[in-house]
């Protein structure tokens, strides 16, 4: 019976699963491959490279965020509710927060959850710069939340018993919060964990509607070394690509390039077509392993040229 034909979709599907299970550190071609009943370099000739499908994958799971309409709801529900959805996201996806920090996770999925990011407060009254902050304040908490929540969770996980000792031991000399540490210790950890997001949340949301009230969305605060917002520009002198003098033609060192096609395999230590494939002959021959991918670049995924303006501003939004 003839074996199905693989596409890159069913890669990316397989490679959430491979790193939700193992991180970001766990997924190999080689690996990918064997869970796939293919050769590594099937991998190779779908996704191009590791750090290509690493940043699939990232924005295949930005896909799973239900968006709240800010009109029907109001921009509060709508907030509370993409900030919750986020969080449960990632929560899902452990490796997607280290991953943003280290490849340039940006495409469609992505620039969804971004668009609709700013409509929510953009409704709520917020303009220029203020509806920047507004967006990337919701979204730092989420990001930060979740991987200080991962990386304690790993912690307690390793060494519990000395953790706490040494915790307690430390905590003694301090009145305060020897106090609090005893009070907590008898909680259940989720419900904590529950709580702190409910309360980290609203306070957020909180702080933003004083901001709405106390002096309104027109007038943008810049920071001392960030110019104010500028204003539109046209005719001989605007930001045009290829410009080297514009603020567009800026070179973006985003990490490796999807466009890098089979063969190169840059992003595994070593010789990383050898490493991973073994060679020829290594697993099972696939039969659409030969010549270019025709899609192995993702969508949304600039090649390593000079940065757009759209990658500048998800750089410093999220990054």
Same mark, same amino acid.
């Given at each position: ?6 596409? #890159? ?10 790193? @939700?299970?193992? *991180? %970001? ?5 080689? #690996?990918?491959? &064997? ?24 924005? #295949? ?29 990632? &929560? ?27 409509? %929510? ?10 509806? @920047? ?23 307690? &996980?390793?060494?519990? /018993? @000395?953790?706490?000792?040494?915790? /307690? !031991? ?24 529950? !709580? ?18 106390? !002096? ?40 490796? @390039? ?22 020829? *002959?290594?697993?099972?021959? /696939? ?33």
């Amino acid at each position: 019976m003839p074996r199905e034909t693989l596409n #890159r979709d069913q890669i990316v599907d397989a490679a959430i699963e491979l790193l @939700d299970e193992e *991180g %970001i550190e766990g997924l190999s071609m080689r #690996r990918l491959g &064997k869970r796939l009943n293919s050769a590594a370099t099937a991998m190779y000739w779908h996704v191009g490279s590791k750090e290509n499908l690493v940043v699939l994958a990232g924005d #295949r799971v930005w896909g799973e965020v239900e968006l709240v309409d800010p009109q029907e709801s109001g921009w509060r529900a709508a907030a509370r509710a993409l900030v919750s959805e986020t969080y449960a996201m990632v &929560k899902r996806h452990p490796w997607l927060v280290p991953a943003i920090s280290t490849h340039f996770v940006y495409g469609p999925g992505m620039a969804r959850f971004q668009d609709h990011s700013y409509a %929510i407060y953009e409704v709520a009254g917020f303009q220029g710069r203020d509806l @920047d902050w507004a967006m990337n304040t919701a979204f730092t908490f989420v990001a930060g939340t979740a991987l200080l929540d991962a990386t304690q969770a790993a912690a307690a &996980k390793a060494d519990a /018993d @000395d953790i706490a000792a040494q915790a /307690d !031991q430390i905590a003694a000399q301090y009145p305060r919060l020897k106090e609090r540490m005893a009070v907590l210790g008898g909680a259940d950890p989720a419900e904590l964990l529950s !709580q702190k997001f409910a309360f980290g949340l609203e306070t957020i949301l909180d702080g933003l509607e004083a901001r709405l009230r106390g !002096q309104g969305s027109r007038s943008p605060v810049a920071a001392p070394d960030l110019p104010a917002e500028p204003e539109a520009r046209s005719g001989r002198g605007a930001d045009e690509p290829g410009d080297a003098g514009a603020g567009s033609g800026a070179r973006t060192d985003a990490p490796g @390039d999807a466009g890098a096609g089979p063969g190169t395999g840059a992003d595994e230590s070593g010789d990383a077509r050898a490493d991973e494939s073994g060679g020829p *002959g290594t697993g099972p021959e /696939d039969a659409t392993a030969t010549g270019p991918a025709p899609d192995a670049r993702p969508a949304g995924r600039p090649r390593r040229t000079t940065a757009s303006a759209a990658s500048q501003s998800v750089r410093g939004l999220f990054h």
